[in-house]
């Protein structure tokens, strides 16, 4: 199921539930000037019931400005305490800064990747996953996130281009 939100107008994003996420949601789109959509996705986690996962919705009904001011401001829709998916991969706000084709998006999308895991998102959807994992990986090491083994060594295959 899902739904979009627009301007103050808000749906219940989880039957039966809106009392517990519709404040928050109208608190961030109140205090959000100009337009503002973003899609509500419904998701079930197991164990644990029915959980909303926020979806932003990048590009879906926007123009890459609206998107861009958007994802800007992520971090308050993670104040909702819900999940939050980011589908940014080669996306046409990517584009539309960068001038160059999706295929070629991946330093954006990298880009736009960092800025949402720094506001709290946890859920990408993300052509170059290869890549993405790579990033994040690194990205945690040097964050001192992730400890590396004391005999890391890189392989000597991996050391030139052949």
Do not use: C, W
């Not at 994992?133 to 001192?144: H, Q």
């Amino acid at each position: 199921m899902s739904e979009n939100i627009h301007y103050n107008k808000v749906f219940d994003l989880v039957p039966g539930r809106a009392e517990e996420v519709a404040p928050g949601v109208r608190a961030i789109v109140a205090n959000n000037p100009g337009p503002f959509t973003f899609k509500g996705t419904v998701s079930y986690v197991v164990g644990r019931g029915k959980v909303a996962i926020l979806d932003p919705g990048p590009d879906f009904a926007k123009t890459p400005a609206q998107t861009i001011e958007l994802l800007a401001g992520i971090g308050r829709l993670h104040e909702l305490g819900r999940p939050l998916l980011m589908a940014i991969s080669r996306k046409d706000f990517i584009g539309a800064l960068t001038g160059r084709p999706p295929r070629e998006r991946l330093g954006g999308t990298l880009a736009a990747l960092a800025h949402g895991v720094d506001a709290g998102a946890r859920i990408f959807r993300v052509h170059d996953v290869a890549a993405v994992a790579d990033f994040l990986r690194v990205r945690a090491a040097l964050a001192g996130e992730l400890q590396p083994r004391r005999d890391l060594a890189l392989a000597e295959e991996h050391r030139y281009e052949r």
